[in-house]
């Protein structure tokens, strides 16, 4: 069965050309209440430089979502290009995701920082919006560190590694 909305986008058809569209994975991580709590999103972008913005969007269905919204601070750790397997593990539900094999520290108030990882930027809560069926976050960016390491990437549903031209 094929869905369509009011604009007559086919479901099937919109997530196809979607999928066409590569993106960086992050996992965004918090320590909500003494736990840490994290998801993966493939949704993630710049959203200003002044002040610097970071935005990504989670669905409202999300298990984990309520959690992360009463943390102070999380941070998005940018998955290194051999990091899938832990795309994957935060993508899950029902699994412990920081167990091992995940590897992580605890950061600034506690927030989970993964090990490994192409950068982490340590954000504040700055808004929230609801649209459609996720909600837009967007996080003032505190604090941010860099690896050499090249990022991970998404592209029609499945992970893969960034190759520079020559």
Partial sequence: MTITDETGVDGERFRSALARHAAGVVVVTANSRGVPVGLTATSFSSVSLAPPL???????????WPWLRLAGTFAVNVLAGDQHDVAGRFARKDVDRFA??????????????????????ICAPHSTLAIGDHILVVGLVTSASTTRAAP???????????QPHP
């Fill in 152 to 162: 991970l990437l998404y592209h029609h549903g499945r992970y893969g590694r960034f």
């Fill in 54 to 64: 970071v935005s990504f969007y989670v669905a409202q269905s999300s298990a984990t």
């Fill in 100 to 121: 091992e094999p995940t590897r992580w520290r605890p950061g600034p108030s506690g927030t989970p920082l993964l090990e490994d990882v192409a950068a982490h930027l």
